[in-house]
């Protein structure tokens, strides 16, 4: 099993800046992606951004150029920095890891974090 530890959420006001962190423990070998999820309410949770274990990034069109996903290996951690917020990005921020044995993937997720953006 992976644990996930989220930290990062709060309320900020629109502009602002918000920086989400991620720490993965236990069986941790074989991760292949970590990234970053939302779901507003009443939503379905959606892709933010995923960084691959060979530093690639892909992003949700909403948030390109705003925000910035990053990971330490040597902590196991993935952040996400968020600048330029706006209400539209209000939700629950669930972290993600996924994990590749041999054929089969596996999906872990955090417990969530609040982000609140006050216009």
């Known amino acids: 099993q992976v644990q996930l530890v989220e930290s990062g959420g709060g309320l900020v006001q629109a502009g602002g800046s918000l920086r989400l962190s991620c720490a993965a423990s236990?069986?941790?070998?074989?991760?292949?992606?970590m990234g970053w999820y939302r779901q507003a309410p009443g939503k379905q949770r959606e892709l933010v951004a995923v960084?691959?274990?060979?530093?690639?990034?892909k992003y949700a069109d909403s948030v390109k150029g705003r925000f910035t996903i990053s990971r330490d290996n040597a902590v196991n951690t993935v952040y996400l920095q968020m600048n330029s917020l706006n209400p539209e990005d209000t939700a629950d921020y669930f972290c993600?890891?996924?994990?590749?044995?041999?054929?089969?993937?596996?999906?872990?997720w955090g417990q969530g974090t609040q982000v609140t953006v006050s216009s």
């Open positions: 993600n890891v996924r994990r590749k044995i041999i054929t089969l993937e596996y999906d872990y």
């Open positions: 236990g069986r941790i070998f074989g991760i292949t992606a």
């Open positions: 960084i691959t274990s060979d530093g690639s990034t």
